[in-house]
Nanobody, 118 residues
Framework: QVQLVESGGGLVQPGGSLKLSCAAS????????MSWYRQTPGKERELVAT????????NYADSVKGRFTISRDNAMNTMYLQMNSLKPEDTAVYYC???????????WGQGTQVTVSS
């Protein structure tokens, strides 16, 4: 059974940093495309950062390039999102996603709220 659990969200001032974690169970990182998404009320969920390939090629949304860093610890089955120089427009619920490379299975975590405000 696949379970994705995000943590690390919270309230931070503009210019601050947060590090999100996604603890994955039932998922082998080499067989899933692991990604971070975010969503604000009334808007579609948007891709923030993703491992394009299991080998680690990465893609970022233009709005976060140079500020966010996605990483993972295969041994711990945990994915991270380091967020620096946060802006109010980064405020959203952040979701961990695992998409099976060889089929249609697609899993989401419950989300963690990030609020950037002074």
């Amino acid at each position: 059974q696949v379970q994705l659990v995000e943590s690390g969200g919270g309230l931070v001032q503009p210019g601050g940093s947060l590090k999100l974690s996604c603890a994955a169970s039932g998922v082998t990182f080499t067989r899933y495309r692991m990604s971070w998404y975010r969503q604000t009320p009334g808007k579609e969920r948007e891709l923030v950062a993703t491992f394009i390939t299991p080998g680690g090629r990465i893609n970022y949304a233009d709005s976060v390039k140079g500020r966010f860093t996605i990483s993972r610890d295969n041994a711990m089955n945990t994915m991270y999102l380091q967020m620096n120089s946060l802006k109010p427009e980064d405020t959203a619920v952040y979701y961990c996603n695992a998409r099976f490379i060889y089929g249609a299975a697609n899993y989401w975590g419950q989300g963690t709220q990030v609020t950037v405000s002074s």
